[in-house]
């Protein structure tokens, strides 16, 4: 049988039925050919459902007419098949011969692995995305943090600034000992600047809106760098 044809033969199928109403097994190649067409497979099962309860035809005597009459026998039934079709579309496919046409199918198929349940079963689950961000708040700003830095390197120096941070409730008190008007800068962990005040009272209250990691710097009104620290807001 040619392997790129697209269904099988009223006379192919014919030696189908009758391969199979005696018992034997079909040849590999209608074999392989079933397992990949379900038309062929569903107008097969239809042909021997049909069969069975027909009226048993007399036997055909073997001889140099065999396959015409079965060509023939093959032929009518075909034309009842086909209103049986119309008729019974939804129907289920007919259960007999079932296990011997799809034997090969089922030998073929690749059962799943204990290992890669269990592989599966042991993945962990991905930490959901507002914890994600969460944690993200805090990473540190390298350039910021050399800043800081810098400013405790001077906490002896008697030229220092330091800015007091002090928690109050949700916020934080922040003052300072350098006379004359001063700016507070507040920047996120990102280095985007959230907020700026000018004061000449030497404190301010902050309270941030999210929770993370924040830094502030304190600029005199020449635009001096007086100090810079951080903030982790819970």
Same mark, same amino acid.
């Given at each position: 049988?040619?392997?790129?044809?697209?269904?099988?033969?009223?006379?192919?199928?014919?030696?189908?039925?009758?391969?199979?109403?005696?018992?034997?097994?079909?040849?590999?190649?209608?074999?392989?050919?079933?397992?990949?067409?379900?038309?062929?497979?569903?107008?097969?099962?239809?042909?021997?459902?049909?069969?069975?309860?027909?009226?048993?035809?007399?036997?055909?005597?073997?001889?140099?007419?065999?396959?015409?009459?079965?060509? @023939? %026998?093959?032929?009518? =039934?075909?034309?009842?098949?086909?209103?049986?079709? /119309? *008729?019974?579309? &939804? #129907?289920?496919?007919?259960?007999?011969?079932?296990?011997?046409?799809?034997?090969?199918?089922?030998?073929?198929?690749?059962?799943?692995?204990?290992?890669?349940?269990?592989?599966?079963?042991?993945?962990?689950?991905?930490?959901?995305?507002?914890?994600?961000?969460?944690?993200?708040?805090?990473?540190?700003?390298?350039?910021?943090?050399?800043?800081?830095?810098?400013?405790?390197?001077?906490?002896?120096?008697?030229?220092?600034?330091?800015?007091?941070?002090?928690?109050?409730?949700?916020?934080?008190?922040?003052?300072?000992? @350098? %006379?004359?008007?001063? =700016?507070?800068?507040?920047?996120?962990?990102?280095? /985007? *600047?959230?907020? &700026? #005040?000018?004061?000449?009272?030497?404190?301010?209250?902050?309270?941030?809106?999210?929770?993370?990691?924040?830094?502030?710097?304190?600029?005199?009104?020449?635009?001096?760098?007086?100090?810079?620290?951080?903030?982790?807001?819970?």
């Amino acid at each position: 049988m040619d392997e790129l044809k697209q269904h099988l033969t009223a006379e192919e199928l014919a030696i189908a039925v009758e391969r199979l109403q005696i018992g034997q097994s079909l040849p590999e190649e209608f074999q392989r050919h079933l397992n990949r067409c379900a038309s062929c497979k569903y107008e097969l099962m239809t042909v021997l459902e049909l069969s069975d309860v027909e009226e048993a035809p007399p036997k055909i005597k073997l001889g140099q007419n065999r396959n015409w009459m079965a060509v @023939a %026998a093959v032929a009518i =039934i075909l034309l009842a098949v086909g209103f049986y079709w /119309v *008729l019974s579309p &939804s #129907q289920d496919l007919p259960q007999k011969q079932l296990t011997q046409l799809t034997t090969e199918t089922a030998d073929t198929a690749t059962p799943i692995k204990d290992s890669a349940i269990e592989k599966i079963n042991k993945t962990p689950d991905k930490k959901p995305r507002k914890v994600v961000l969460a944690q993200a708040n805090y990473t540190l700003n390298v350039d910021l943090e050399k800043l800081v830095a810098r400013s405790q390197s001077q906490l002896r120096s008697a030229e220092a600034n330091p800015v007091i941070v002090e928690k109050l409730g949700t916020g934080f008190h922040l003052s300072w000992k @350098a %006379a004359g008007v001063s =700016i507070i800068e507040i920047f996120d962990n990102n280095g /985007v *600047l959230i907020f &700026s #005040q000018e004061s000449d009272k030497q404190r301010i209250i902050f309270k941030p809106e999210n929770p993370g990691l924040y830094y502030f710097k304190l600029i005199s009104e020449d635009f001096d760098l007086l100090w810079c620290g951080k903030l982790e807001a819970r």
